[in-house]
């Protein structure tokens, strides 16, 4: 039997109200094989790289915005199929849970993903999900900002309980292009701004974000673009100030959109 091997469904499973979140599948994509018998010669359905299961999770809170989605967190007890098929694969350090959650732009939606590079049995119809989910919400802000600082590499700043090292402030043209670097949590942090010596807010633009772990530390990077040449700045953050972690327990039953092949 030959089937379609990709589907997004709107509406996969109905929405639960638990611990005041709502939670829904909203996508499922299935990959049922690749073709070709070495890795830089194999065909890959729909620009993916390898076969297997993704079920997509919106979660939307009833109150206070997403300001992170705990993918290292989140545990995942169950993914099996209808066959008794055990779905659970540990991939790139992590245990069945995708690595890119996302969050929307104004705090109100998050969205994880559920995947496996295993393929559900022959003639399954349905798989079954459980776990728990943790985000972290906040809903008020507070600015706070640096004295007037030297606006170059090696100048260390904190602001908050956030400290900050500029491990690069390389004059391009007519901007600047900055680097910052710390080892704190960034989660609770919602902006920064950069501010001339007479005041003035100087437009901005972040650039890029990178984190890299090693033997339990992190360290984060963030890269921004300054308009302009400024021999000093003043930083200013909003800082969440309420955030709290929720742990969100999930029991899902989801129809696959095909059979899978016989």
Known sequence: MKSLLLALVPLLALPAIVNAQTLEVVGIQLIQKTLGSEDSEKIVPFNTFKSGLEIAIGIQPQDGTIIDMGNDESILTKFSDDKGTNLIVEEFGRRGFGGFPKISKDGKAGMLSLTTSRVPAAGASEVQAAGFLFITTASSKKIEKTALLDFKKGTVFKVGKISFTMTKAAVD?????????????????????FIGGNGEVLPSDRQGFSSMGFSGSRTMTIDYSVKG????????AEIWQDAKEVKIPFDLTVKLPVATLK
């Not at 600047?176 to 919602?190: G, Q």
């Not at 040449?229 to 200013?236: D, S």
């Open 173 to 193: 043209t007519d901007e600047t292009e900055v680097e910052l670097e710390t080892n704190n949590d960034l989660k609770e942090l919602a902006g920064l701004r």
């Open 229 to 236: 040449v400024h021999p000093k700045v003043i930083i200013e």
